[in-house]
Nanobody, 115 residues
């Protein structure tokens, strides 16, 4: 079955960086777009970044210029490099794939940005 496992979250100060990873299994990784989402405290899950099969990327306005999504098809892993982190970036970050018409998520990884 499809499985997504996020890692790399933690507690950092404003201006610092984190790199999130999402290891995938159970589907043909290279044939699917992968997306990072964030659920900020008290809010709904929202789009952060997407990488398409050809490597094209798309970002939420709030993270453009600070976050970079990438993928390693040989490792079945998608990454989110997060630079210049702000307190408003705090939340649980999930990676997701639309597999056979169903959005599938991992368990998420907590990112907390606080001084």
């Amino acid at each position: 079955q499809v499985q997504l496992v996020e890692s790399g979250g933690g507690l950092v100060q404003p201006g610092e960086s984190l790199r999130l990873s999402c290891a995938a299994s159970g589907f043909a990784f290279g044939s699917y777009s992968l997306t990072w989402y964030c659920q900020h405290p008290g809010k709904r899950r929202e789009f952060v970044a997407r990488i398409f099969t050809g490597g094209q990327t798309d970002y939420a306005e709030s993270v453009k210029g600070r976050f970079t999504i990438s993928r390693d098809n040989a490792k079945n892993t998608v990454y989110l490099q997060m630079n210049s982190l702000k307190p408003e970036d705090t939340g649980v970050y999930y990676c997701g794939v639309l597999f056979r018409g169903i959005n599938t998520w991992g368990q998420g990884t907590q990112v907390t940005v606080s001084s």
